[in-house]
């Protein structure tokens, strides 16, 4: 339970920081660009890789915001904070 709290408060940073690219809004273009991101021992989010493109200026916004995200609480594991891979969508919808 705690972990989908944590997972929900990523994803209400990544919608209040996001900014569409202007070229991706004049052409129309939405859709979810996947992200895949190590979480180190101390937290830090690291390695940002693009695991489903949509579009290359939306793929540059998505790695841009995830590099921008808080520190997480380190994966554990027999008590010892280790490395977790963790890969989520960042959704780009025009209203």
Known sequence: ??????????????????????EARKNGIQGRVAVSVVIDENGRVTDP???????????????????????????MQQGKAVKVEFTFPVTFKLE
């Open 1 to 22: 339970r705690q972990r989908q709290m944590c997972i929900r408060d990523r994803m209400d940073f990544i919608q209040k920081n996001i900014r569409y690219p202007e």
């Open 49 to 75: 890789v693009i695991m489903r493109s949509r579009y290359p200026a939306l793929d540059e916004e998505a790695l841009r915001i995830v590099e921008l995200m808080p520190q997480w609480k380190p994966g």
